[in-house]
């Protein structure tokens, strides 16, 4: 069974930070490319940033480029997303997915397989 849990969703100040996880079974991970992606109230879902999960080349989103990294641990099936220097505006429900493509430009969300529920980040003083 196919299935993506994030973790790690909290309520920060801005300026904070929060790591958040996507832990994935059921499937070869190898063979995809993992996303994090954002939904802020009355907005559509945007990508964050993703990962090839085999090699480890990332993207990532203008407008969170130098404050979050994406990262893997293959041992334990798993994505982060460390975000640091948190705005106000970074406040979503942030959701990981899975697709097959492979690209040099972050993956939209019509990209993407399989989701996961998501993890909720607030971002407020």
């Known amino acids: 069974q196919v299935q993506l849990v994030e973790s790690g969703g909290d309520f920060v100040q801005p300026g904070g930070s929060l790591r958040l996880s996507c832990v994935a079974s059921?499937?070869?991970?190898?063979?995809?490319?993992v996303g994090w992606f954002r939904q802020a109230p009355g907005k559509s879902r945007e990508g964050v940033s993703d990962?090839?999960?085999?090699?480890?080349?990332?993207n990532y989103a203008d407008s969170v480029k130098g404050r979050f990294t994406i990262s893997r641990d293959k041992a334990k099936n798993t994505v982060y997303l460390q975000m640091n220097s948190l705005k106000p505006d970074d406040t979503a429900v942030y959701s990981c997915a899975i697709s097959g493509i492979v690209n040099d430009h972050l993956l939209s969300p019509y990209d993407m397989d399989f989701w996961g529920k998501g993890t909720l980040v607030t971002v407020s003083s």
């Open positions: 990962i090839r999960f085999s090699s480890g080349r990332a």
């Open positions: 059921g499937f070869i991970v190898d063979y995809y490319t």
